[in-house]
């Protein structure tokens, strides 16, 4: 329960891939293991849930989330002495929930409007990415993937969940079960995050990667398809379909490892 960080492929040479942020980046953990056996690199995994990687302080329910800030700077501080391809991948949670507030860590009370913490997310992003790419990091942000919520800007009781499904449906007809939405309902939603995303990463010389194609079809996100299930719950996908995300990463990573020692 103390670790920080996982390590994988750890004799592998050259500089390492750095996968950061909170739950979003453990979802990828799979994807991420596929990507760095097949670019021989060595990948070290650090997040914590409902903790954005981030130059800010988060309140969930008026609590500060004090291990978040100490969980981040441990981990700007490996990524300077010994810099590589970072992989940022946070969720918008933080920013359209209700249940979570910011504010700069310069200080201020805490904000609860999506606005004033869609902005406090920008400017925290730009913060640890500039200190980043200082220490000669290569950047790449993941956008969030589609969110599935009863209300957006709810907390976490109304997300989809599987297990609210009756048994006897998800035998039958599991289909059933899932929930979909509109992609341009999708992007409209995850706007403010997206936009802050890549802003902050262009700023920083980095990259963006928009895994929405990969997920969505003919217009639609879905859950799952048919009786395939392509998410765990309302905002993380299965072990399954982020190992099938593995060469997608391994392409949007491929160029970025290439100009690394």
């Known amino acids: 329960s103390r670790c920080k960080w996982r390590t994988w492929n750890a004799a592998a040479p050259g500089a390492p891939i750095y996968l950061l942020g909170d739950s979003q980046a453990h979802m990828l953990s799979e994807a991420a293991v596929a990507a760095a056996t097949d670019l021989d690199r060595r990948l070290v995994i650090s997040g914590r849930g409902d903790c954005p990687f981030i130059d800010a302080d988060v309140f969930r329910a008026g609590v500060l989330d004090a291990p978040c800030r100490v969980q981040i700077q441990l981990m700007l501080d490996l990524a300077r002495r010994e810099p590589g391809v970072v992989v940022i991948a946070s969720g918008e949670f933080t920013v359209l929930g209700g249940t979570w507030s910011m504010s700069p860590t310069s200080g201020g009370p805490p904000s609860y409007s999506i606005a ?46 599987p297990s609210n499904c009756p048994a006897i449906e998800v035998r039958v007809d599991p289909a059933r079960c899932g929930m979909e939405e509109p ?14 995303n890549a802003e902050s990463a262009q700023a ?54 290439a100009e690394t020692p």
Request: glycine share 8%; with cysteine.
């Open 116 to 161: 004033a913490k869609a902005a406090i997310y920008h400017a925290g992003l730009i913060s640890v990415l500039d200190e980043l790419r200082a220490a000669g990091n290569r950047i790449v942000v993941v956008q969030p993937v589609p969110h599935f919520y009863a209300n957006w800007i709810e907390t976490l009781p109304n997300r989809w969940e």
């Open 183 to 196: 992609l341009s309902q999708v992007v409209s939603h995850q706007a403010a995050v997206f936009d802050a």
């Open 204 to 257: 920083a010389g980095g990259s963006t990667l928009d895994l929405r194609p990969f997920l969505c079809s003919s217009g639609m996100c879905a859950t799952n398809q048919g009786d395939d299930w392509l998410y765990q719950d309302g905002s993380h996908l299965t072990a399954q379909e982020s190992e099938r995300l593995g060469p997608v990463l391994t392409d949007a990573l491929a160029p970025v490892v």
